[in-house]
Structures are given as C-alpha cells and as structure tokens.
C-alpha cells in the first residue's frame, strides 16, 4: 500500500522560502511520478508541478515558474517542493500525490495528508 | 491553455437522489478527464479516471461518461458519505494538468 506522508505545518513571513517534503513508502519511488497540489482556504484545486524521480524531470504550472523548485531524493524516497518569495496568497494546504499511468491514461492515486503554509508578517 | 468549467457550482440534494455534475472544456481532451471528491479537511479521493474507468474500491453508484469537451459525473443513489465538493481534472495537455473550480454537493 502507497503511502505519502508530508512534512508538518510552517509559518513563513512574506518574501521568503518554504521548502515541503513527502516522504513514500511501498511501491518502487523511483517509478513513481509525484504531483504537487494546493488548496488556498475556502478555494479549489491547484495544480503546480511535478517530479519525475528516476529521470530527475521536473515540469511546472506556467503560474509558478521561475518560483517554485520541485526536486527527488531516490535514496529516501521523499519529494520536495520549494516555493519562493513567498506572498499572503501563497497561505494555503500544499499537497503532494501519485501520478499513475494506466495504459495512456493519467490521474493522482494516492494523496499525502496535507501541509499548511501560511504566510504572514 | 485548457479550461474547466464546472456547472453547477453547488448544490443541494437528499439522500437516495440521483445527482448530475458536467465539467466542460475549452477544447477537445479525449477521454483524458478524472474525476475527485473531497470532504472538508482532508485530501483529494480519486474516484474515476479515463473519463469512465472507476478507481478500485469506489461504490459503483458513482460513474462517469463523455468525451471531448463534455463530461458528466454522476451519482445514481447520493449517500450521506457522497456530501462533499468533486473536482474534474483534464490529463489531456501532458506534462500539464488542470482542475475545475469544483462542485459542492450540500444536504437539502
């Protein structure tokens, strides 16, 4: 059973860094695609990015270019997702999930709990 | 870019109802579309991919059609565990994805 299990709550002040991990276990990390996924208070889902840990290749949402850095450790198992200067409407719950190919056909599988980043002076 | 567009964005029903959410898009995705249930405080649930293909271990109450720039997700009895907000998701402009806004489905 795959299980992804994010790092805890952070409060960040405005203009600097976060840094998120998800940690995997069963199943093979390094067959793994991993998405990152947020969700401001009270709003829907957000798309950011994603890792390709055995390739190490990362793509990203057009919105967070340039601002966000998604790496892969394989010798942990655990994916990281750094977002920078950091404003008020980066507050939200940052999660990390699976992303599973059947024959051609993509979706998130398995989810982390969530992680609470909010940013504020 | 492709857009999502669900309808309605809320709505209110009783159990044993027979419950209709669409999500459109703005150009043709194939049968790339998933759907996702959420209940307050926890994470996305995976319910059906492939537009149509149920994940393992979803009631088969839930079901999904359509193709190309309409979907519809469907509930045939609603449950009071189905009281929850659902999202679509377009997989068709890989290495990209995008999310509808979500329906929030409330008890009448």
């Known amino acids: 059973q795959v299980q992804l299990v994010q790092s805890g709550a952070e409060v960040k002040k405005p203009g600097s860094s976060v840094k998120v991990s998800c940690k995997a276990s069963?199943?093979?990390?390094?067959?793994?695609?991993i998405s990152w996924v947020r969700q401001a208070p009270g709003q829907g889902l957000e798309w950011m990015g994603r890792i390709i840990p055995i390739l190490g290749i990362a793509n990203y949402a057009q919105k967070f270019q340039g601002r966000v850095t998604i790496t892969a450790d394989k010798s942990t198992s655990t994916a990281y997702m750094e977002l920078s200067s950091l404003r008020s409407e980066d507050t939200a719950v940052y999660y990390c999930a699976r992303e599973v190919d059947s024959s051609g056909y993509y979706s998130l599988d398995y989810w982390g709990q969530g992680t609470l980043v909010t940013v504020s002076s | 870019d492709i857009q999502l567009t669900q309808s309605p964005s809320f709505l209110s029903a009783s159990v044993g109802d027979r419950v209709t959410i669409t999500c459109r898009a703005s150009?043709?995705?194939?049968?790339?579309l998933a759907w996702y249930q959420q209940k307050p405080g926890k994470a996305p649930k995976l319910l059906i991919y492939?537009?149509?293909t149920l994940q393992s271990g979803v009631p088969s109450r839930f079901s999904g059609s359509g193709s190309g720039t309409e979907f519809t997700l469907t509930i045939s009895s609603l449950q009071p565990e189905d009281f929850a907000t659902y999202y679509c998701?377009?997989?068709?402009?890989?290495?990209?994805?995008?999310f509808g806004p979500g329906t929030k489905v409330d008890i009448k």
């Open positions: 492939a537009a149509s």
């Open positions: 150009q043709g995705i194939s049968s790339y």
């Open positions: 069963g199943g093979t990390f390094s067959s793994y695609t």
């Open positions: 998701q377009q997989l068709n402009s890989y290495p990209l994805f995008t």
